[in-house]
């Protein structure tokens, strides 16, 4: 809403399939075979990033969450925990008493079935199983609903964001697996950049180039606990 108080237009349903470049400098974004002008384009594509500049290294991450019934507030802090030796992201509980569990185990997939949303029956079960083992007090506690998706991960863990060499006018703001809720906060940071300002905190830790002339094959099948051992090996 705020947005288009300041006279921003938002597009919904229309995929990009391509940032259109011209000596060196964006000219805008391709469509459904429509170009849109202009001289800055910011890319917010998390797993996607790489199908459009794949020199930018984040890697699709396929996770799934469940979500339960609302309850009166408990006191358990976030957290990462270790299930059967597969990294759990943990869990949060929201003001209005729903409890949500993330980063649920998943089987290795190919980096084209990280982008699967499907969820069969084991993995909803498996998932919502997770809660009674890590909170035995809330094993009799109802799942709502399960759901998949992808995140953009990088190979230092760390997001992509700031001002891109790829072509001058393009910036990017990607790969946020554990720290989305940074997300707003930097973004701002970003749009001082954007505007030609120097940002209130450095980026620099964040270069999006960083990894462009890095160079490593992921193993044909992974999940989060099999990348995460494969990077720490980098």
Avoid at 35 to 44: E, I, P, S, T, Y
Avoid at 88 to 115: A, C, K, M, W
Avoid at 202 to 228: G, K, M, Q
């Amino acid at each position: 809403a705020q947005s288009r108080k300041l006279g921003a237009v938002t597009w919904t349903h229309r995929p990009v399939q391509e940032v259109s470049v011209e000596g060196g400098r964006v000219r805008g974004v391709v469509s459904g075979g429509e170009k849109f002008a202009a001289d800055r384009v910011v890319l917010a594509t998390s797993a996607w990033t790489s199908q459009l500049f794949p020199e930018l290294r984040v890697i699709p991450l396929r996770s799934h969450a469940a979500l339960t019934v609302a309850i009166p507030p408990i006191d358990a802090p976030a957290f990462e925990v270790v299930v059967d030796g597969e990294i759990i992201y943990g869990s949060t509980q929201f003001e209005n008493g729903h409890v949500l569990l993330g980063g649920g185990p998943d089987r290795p997939r190919t980096r084209e079935e990280q982008y699967d949303y499907a969820m069969s029956y084991m993995d909803t079960l498996k998932n919502a199983s997770l809660l009674a083992r890590i909170f035995p007090r809330l094993g009799d506690l109802p799942i709502m609903r399960c759901w998949a998706g992808t995140m953009g991960t990088t190979p230092d863990g760390l997001p992509l964001v700031g001002k891109s060499g790829l072509a001058e006018g393009l910036f990017v703001i990607a790969g946020f697996p554990n720290g989305m809720a940074f997300i707003p906060g930097i973004a701002v940071l970003l749009a001082q950049v954007v505007e030609g300002r120097k940002p209130e905190i450095d980026l620099d830790v964040f270069d999006p180039d960083r990894f462009i002339h890095r160079s490593f094959t992921l193993p044909e099948r992974y999940n989060y606990t099999i990348l995460a051992d494969f990077l720490g090996r980098l």
